[in-house]
């Protein structure tokens, strides 16, 4: 029987957008007005980063295929690749509730997703998101008051929205495993531009503004929480994102997590699909150009 340990959740913190032919797509990271790191990859997000499935305790009582439940996530900004200026080093990467001597300036990431169990094997569950779900968001802010509390869940969406985006279906899946005591999974999810007011901020975000957008976001779920033990999630903060507070059949665990931004440029006429069978497009247009024999 597979305890409700997979139901921990999955779901959480990856964003993964594979279009084929694609690499990651190197962006320079601001405050709005100045430089911050030029030439960078990848976001990379605390290990005190949080998540909690919602109502799937307590453990011992089986999951079901089809069974469903939101997840939600927080975290803030520990570093980033790529080459940084001075103006970096202001960054307060110590979700501890107050600014830090000499740092100016935070980024978190919040998420919330429903999340659709696929398949149960042996001791691991696979996840999907629930296509019936329309409210799945992840969004990034830039916060110069640096108030991160991992403890009390505040601070994590209350600063200035730089990036919103929609986890669609499309290449998003998760995976919990029972591991004695405890467990361990992975996650990648895709986000894209496509529901009204989605967007990137190019005074922050700068180089990662196409049409096409995704976030490649891979992460450690880890059973017991550890270092990311917390009691709610987004509270005080946007209206998109409710506070909730962890109830006792809640689980909470241990999310760590990066994420790759991707531009991809299709073939005229085929912006629509938003990145649906890019494998196969792309695949084709490699035989076409292949010379004949």
């Not at 990145?275 to 035989?287: C, D, E, I, K």
Request: cysteine-free; proline content about 4%; overall charge neutral.
């Amino acid at each position: 029987m597979i305890k409700s340990f997979r139901k921990l959740i999955p779901v959480v913190a990856a964003l993964g957008f594979a279009f084929a032919g694609s690499s990651a797509q190197a962006f320079t990271l601001k405050d709005g007005t100045n430089v911050l790191s030029t030439g960078s990859t990848t976001l990379d997000w605390n290990t005190t980063g949080s998540g909690v499935a919602k109502g799937v305790g307590p453990f011992g009582a089986p999951l079901t295929v089809g069974q469903s439940f939101q997840f939600l996530y927080q975290s803030n900004l520990a570093s980033v690749d790529g080459d940084t200026t001075a103006a970096f080093n202001g960054l307060d990467f110590n979700a501890n509730g107050v600014k830090g001597a000499g740092k100016n300036f935070e980024f978190t990431i919040v998420a919330k997703l429903t999340e659709k169990v696929t398949s149960l094997t042996g001791n691991t569950a696979t996840f999907g998101l629930d296509p019936t779900s329309t409210n799945n968001k992840v969004a990034i802010y830039y916060d110069t008051a640096a108030n991160a509390s991992t403890t009390g869940g505040t601070g994590f969406d209350d600063g200035t929205l730089i990036a919103l985006l929609t986890i669609v279906p499309t290449n998003t899946q998760s995976t919990f495993t029972i591991a004695g005591a405890g467990g361990q999974g992975s996650t990648k999810m895709t986000a894209l531009q496509v529901q009204p007011g989605d967007f990137i901020d190019p005074n922050y975000l700068e180089g990662v503004s196409a049409m096409l957008f995704g976030v490649k976001f891979e992460s450690d779920l880890n059973y017991p929480a550890g270092n990311s033990a917390t009691t709610n999630f987004h509270i005080g903060g946007s209206s998109l994102f409710p506070d909730y507070h962890v109830g006792a059949n809640d689980i909470v665990f241990k999310v760590d997590g990066s994420n790759t931004f991707i531009n991809a440029v299709p073939e005229p006429g085929t912006m629509m699909l938003l990145g649906m069978g890019m494998l196969g497009l792309v695949g084709a247009q490699r035989r076409r150009r292949a010379p004949k024999a």
